[in-house]
């Protein structure tokens, strides 16, 4: 199991930028997969983006072009840096990392809005 801890959300207006980071307990290297899922106000959860160890990413449609999924094992962190954002991609943030469970972060609350 690892503690997972994000930062980096906030209230940006429409075409803005912001970068997540998930600051991992332990070390990430081993851990095969690794990801980002949102979940906005009466919506349910749903998967953003994915990373392995090999670096092979995954993205949902609604974001592709726009996020970028990255992992830095040597920081044992994780990150998604957001462009060109649009009000729907207002939600909370959540990583995760999958090892013999899933391990969640408590969240971070990303707001677009003019």
């Known amino acids: 199991q690892v503690q997972l801890v994000e930062s980096g959300g906030g209230l940006v207006q429409p075409g803005g930028s912001l970068r997540l980071s998930c600051a991992a307990s332990r070390s990430i290297s081993s851990i095969n997969v690794l990801g980002w899922n949102r979940q906005a106000p009466g919506k349910q959860r749903e998967l953003v983006a994915v990373i392995t160890t090999s670096g092979r990413t995954n993205y949902v449609d609604s974001v592709k072009g726009r996020f970028t999924i990255s992992r830095d094992n040597a920081k044992n962190t994780v990150y998604l840096q957001m462009s060109s954002l649009k009000p729907e991609d207002t939600a909370v943030y959540y990583c995760?990392?999958?090892?013999?469970?899933?391990?969640w972060g408590q969240g971070t609350q990303v707001t677009v809005s003019a």
């Open positions: 995760y990392a999958d090892t013999n469970m899933r391990s």
